[in-house]
């Protein structure tokens, strides 16, 4: 890449083999590529009918599909199904995506977060891979990611007040009951792995509370006169 280049969006294929990732170049639109880890054979992912991949979006759990938003001027976005070994491609769904997303273990559903027009909340959407139609709101949230045996999506919601970790068991491509609390204090899931761990990140902020000695008279603080009283998060 060169000093004008920005790249983003990269996801390492399931194996640890290969790279995706979207490439932006001074002021032209972006462009999906796949790389080695090692750096080795980069190419561009490529979708055809005057159509430019713009960005990866998920691997299949499997790693033989890369899933890409195309797009071409005056279109909506289309999600297209990409396979790394002979480039057949399938399109799956249109429209934009907002974040992370992230296929069922079977490869069957697929969940993904989007925001709805002059709404700031992220909304979860499960929608069938296979029979297609309209995709089903699972709930307000974000980061959603599936269970390894795919009966439940697991995702960050403020639902009571803050951001905590959720799951909520799927069946037929749709909620089976209202979501259940895991743990509190998640900001983002990055990844569940293949035994159910759940890898998330916090955010908190920690400040040093003191206590300071104040003149009653000019209302000025006195110099030396204070102490630390401990630590708030």
């Known amino acids: 890449s060169g000093p004008q280049d920005s790249l983003f969006n990269a996801l390492i294929s399931p194996d640890g083999k290969q790279v995706a990732f979207a490439k932006r170049s001074g002021n032209e639109g972006s462009q999906a590529y796949l790389v080695g880890v090692d750096g080795s054979a980069p190419r561009p992912v490529e979708v055809g009918g005057g159509q430019r991949a713009i960005a990866p979006l998920a691997w299949t759990h499997d790693g033989k599909q890369l899933l890409v938003s195309r797009w071409r001027e005056g279109e909506k976005p289309e999600w297209v199904l990409v396979s790394v070994s002979d480039n057949a491609q399938t399109v799956i769904g249109t429209g934009s995506i ?11 559903l697929f969940a993904f977060m989007r925001n709805q ?6 909304e979860l959407y499960v929608m069938s891979v296979r029979d297609g139609g309209a995709p089903v709101k699972i709930s307000d949230g974000w980061t959603p990611a599936w269970s390894p045996d795919g009966t439940k999506l697991l995702f960050v919601s403020d639902r009571n007040g803050t951001d905590d970790l959720w799951s909520v068991r799927i069946a037929d491509g749709k909620p089976a009951g209202p979501p259940d609390f895991v743990k509190g204090g998640v900001s983002s899931l990055v990844a569940v792995g293949p035994r159910g761990e759940c890898y998330y990140t916090t955010t908190s902020l920690i400040r040093d509370l003191f206590s300071v000695q104040v003149d009653p008279e000019t209302g000025n603080l006195l110099v030396g006169g204070g102490a630390t009283l401990g630590v708030m998060s």
């Open 98 to 108: 907002g974040g992370s997303s992230d296929f069922s273990p079977d490869g069957s």
């Open 117 to 122: 027009p002059g709404q700031k909340k992220q």
